[in-house]
């Protein structure tokens, strides 16, 4: 059985504030000295793979990792903004203590229905992130045809690409776990989707 793609997804390293459990979503922050070097043992244990492309999300927690790696490759690197972390609005940049203290009432709402929610200020929900986020890995997919492909991105947009690949409903995607510099594999075939590492 001839595979179509191999998709190396990896999440971003450990971010600047990181213990104080943020919620940055669309907030460009840096990494940590940890999270840069994560990236770094990332980059040398996928300098053997050969992918058509690296894609990585256009924020620089992101980008930070997929340059690393691609110094091991000389193929196409693509800074792409669908591939950013759901919009959070008004949470943005807050953490998960101010937002229990200063939002219950809209934490109560997301709890009740966590796939249509959407944070006050334009945040954006699991729903519109998934379409976002399954839109732009089709065309990646289509793009690199046969191709292995490498993938810089963030924790609740992998999410999503492996709910789909997992055969799972998105209101189980925060079951999945995704930490800082985590690598995962799937394989993709004509009739047929194997994930072979989750949060490695």
Do not use: C, W
């Given at each position: 059985?001839?595979?179509?793609?191999?998709?190396?997804?990896?999440?971003?390293?450990?971010?600047?504030?990181?213990?104080?459990?943020?919620?940055?979503?669309?907030?460009?922050?840096?990494?940590?000295?940890?999270?840069?070097?994560q990236m770094e043992q990332m980059a040398d244990?996928?300098?053997?793979?050969?992918?058509?492309?690296?894609y990585s999300s256009d924020l620089k927690r992101s980008a930070i990792g997929a340059r690393l790696i691609a110094r091991h490759h000389d193929v196409p690197l693509y800074f792409l903004p669908e591939l950013r972390e759901i919009d959070f609005g008004d949470w943005e940049g807050l953490t998960l203590s101010e937002i229990r203290r200063d939002f219950p009432e809209e934490l109560e709402k997301r709890q009740k229905d966590l796939i249509n929610y959407k944070a006050p200020g334009k945040g954006e929900s699991v729903a519109a992130l998934s379409e976002r986020v399954e839109a732009v890995f089709e065309r990646i997919r289509a793009e690199q045809q046969g191709n292995d492909i490498i993938i810089t991105a963030h924790g609740a947009v992998n999410r999503v690409i492996l709910c789909k690949a997992l055969g799972l409903d998105l209101d189980r995607m925060f079951n999945i776990h995704q930490g800082y510099g985590c690598l995962n594999i799937i394989d993709y075939f004509a009739e047929s989707t194997l994930v072979r590492l989750i949060s490695g």
């Open positions: 059985m001839k595979r179509e793609n191999r998709i190396y997804l990896i999440r971003h390293g450990q971010v600047e504030g990181y213990e104080n459990f943020p919620v940055y979503g669309q907030t460009d922050v840096d990494l940590t000295e940890v999270g840069v070097v244990r996928l300098s053997l793979t050969e992918p058509g492309a690296i």
